[in-house]
């Protein structure tokens, strides 16, 4: 399975992605390190902001939590699909899914 | 005898350690890479033992930092289980407790701490916790099922975090800080006094300005804490929160230049210690240009490792650091920027009693750091003002309602 991540040179990168492990951890994994995600998903600095793309036909994304909505809104580069990546947990429905990397805070 | 070199060794397996190797690779490092440490287990988050990993909420298996195969993947040599005891400069060379000896072309020195221990009577009773490590936090998880009353010994992050999960689990805790307040070392009083109330609120008793006499016990385990005044507080288990010291023995031995006050291994801006080919980062490190203290935070771990393997690399970009901390209590979820140490002026932004403010620390009119409860916006936008040094009027930051990112330099 697999996602495509568009980094902030613009460039989309196939990144191989595991079951149950949360989206900031599969792009981290692949290296792409221009991910911060500074806290290690504990909702707690917004460092790994992405924004997603697109998703998988009939796939769709947990919903957001109050301290996810609250961060999130804190952030100058809000888009509505806007999301914090260590907050999704990826899984086959997602296989596919195409995300950007936000703007460095 | 040497039983193998690498072209880069990295000492201590935790945040730093894993970033440091991590770091190596992104940064195109070709060589060799040992990344040793003394626990038995892969790198993992550290942050989540006093929360999540406590509360039961999270299974180790989540809090590995990379999956098990991502070390070999990246040709990184995992070495789990050991500890280095000296170091010798001269040889680029490192002996390990099982008497092993490894050579090194780099070094990075990631040891970390451990954390300080009782030394009044019966501080070798069982039931005597500390939560530094995945063991640590394991032998008191496993002792919370027949425990119902806990005492924490230090108000800081760790014990507040660790009273907090306790009490959610329903236990008595009883909090002892020796000091007059919670946080006394890190935070100003406001901050302090509201999450006093927080703690009491949530059915934890907190006895401030005393401190411990002896540890009671009966056969062999604990049973209470003899408090100076002479007050015996029971409990089963007992948790030791009264921070680290630096494991950085071997490099001063092997002639490093330590920090004033024994407060680590000093480095500059590129984590180098004065040692050749020698560097150090996390929670052991102590930065030249910086005031002198130890940045003990995951943030501050990954930052100087990913500075030292970058210098390594070929790639030297000093490190220019604005520390960032968290800490989870309850349902608050505190965010710090900068470094309130040395401060001269503090000002209150928002209501302690809406239990969503932030606390501004003012050093020379400009803004050095933020404590930010459940203010989200507050934390994002005032790292700006902290990064910039920027001095912004008293009374313009007391206005919570002015968003921190319209704060122009105005003092």
New interface residues.
């Given amino acids: 399975m697999h996602i495509t991540v568009r980094t902030r040179d613009g460039d989309a990168h196939p990144v191989e992605a ?1 079951t149950g ?1 949360s989206l900031m951890q599969n792009i ?2 692949a ?1 792409v ?1 221009e991910l911060e995600a ?9 460092t790994c902001h992405v924004y997603v793309d697109s998703l998988p036909p009939g796939a769709e994304l947990s919903p957001m939590s109050q ?1 996810e909505e ?2 999130l ?4 580069d809000l888009t509505e699909n806007s999301r914090l990546s260590c907050q999704l947990v990826f899984g086959p429905a997602l296989d596919g899914m195409r995300v950007t990397i936000a703007p460095e ?1 | 005898m040497t039983h193998g070199h690498y072209d880069c060794l990295i000492v201590g397996a935790g945040h730093a350690g894993a970033q440091a190797a ?2 190596l ?2 940064s195109g490092f070709e060589g060799s890479v040992c990344l040793l440490g003394d626990e038995p287990v892969a790198p993992y ?1 550290r ?2 033992l006093s ?2 990993y406590l509360a039961g909420k999270k299974e180790f298996a989540r809090l590995l ?3 098990a195969e ?1 070390w070999p993947e990246h040709d990184v040599t995992l070495s789990p289980g050991r500890r280095v005891t000296a170091v010798e400069a001269e040889a680029h060379t490192v002996t390990c407790a099982d008497a092993t000896t490894i050579g090194y072309g780099a070094l990075v020195w990631c040891a970390g701490g451990t954390p300080r221990t009782l030394h009044c009577p019966g501080h070798g009773l069982d039931g005597i916790h500390a939560i530094r490590d995945k063991a640590d936090c394991d032998r008191l998880i496993a002792a919370l099922p027949h425990s119902r009353r806990i005492v924490v010994i230090g108000g800081g992050y760790v014990g507040l975090e660790a009273a907090a999960v306790l009490s959610g689990l329903g236990k008595q805790v009883v909090v002892i800080e020796a000091l007059d307040r919670v946080l006394a070392r890190v935070a100003a009083e406001p901050l302090s006094r509201f999450y006093e109330a927080e703690h009491r609120a949530h059915g934890v008793e907190l006895r401030l300005g005393t401190s411990v006499a002896e540890i009671v016990g009966r056969d062999g385990a604990v049973s209470g804490v003899r408090l100076a005044e002479g007050t015996v507080v029971a409990a089963e288990q007992v948790i030791v929160g009264i921070g680290i010291e630096p494991v950085v023995e071997p490099l001063l031995a092997a002639g490093a230049q330590a920090a004033p006050g024994g407060a680590g291994v000093l480095v500059d801006d590129l984590c180098r210690t004065t040692l050749a080919d020698v560097y150090a980062a996390g929670d052991c490190a102590v930065a030249r240009s910086g005031p002198g203290i130890r940045i003990e935070s ?2 501050n771990a ?1 930052e100087q490792a990913d500075t030292a393997a970058k210098a390594i690399s070929g790639r030297p970009e000093p490190l220019r650091l604005v520390p ?1 901390f ?1 800490s ?1 209590q309850y349902d608050l ?1 505190l ?1 710090t920027v900068g470094l309130s140490h040395g401060h001269d002026r503090t000002v209150l932004r928002g209501d302690p009693g809406s239990r969503s403010f932030s606390l501004v620390y003012l050093k020379d009119g400009a803004v050095a750091a933020l404590d930010c409860v ?1 203010t ?2 507050d ?3 005032g ?1 700006r003002l902290v990064e910039a040094g920027t001095r912004v009027d008293p009374a313009l930051l007391a206005d919570a309602r002015t968003p921190l ?1 319209d704060m122009a330099e105005s003092a």
Avoid: V
């Fill in positions: 595991r492990l981290r994994n290296g390190d500074i806290c290690g998903g504990s909702l707690s600095c917004a301290d609250e961060l809104d804190a952030c100058d805070y | 991590i770091s690779r992104q988050e942050p989540a929360k999540e930092l990379r999956p991502f995951r943030h990954t960032l968290w989870n979820r965010q459940n989200a916006r934390y994002l936008q790292r990112k």
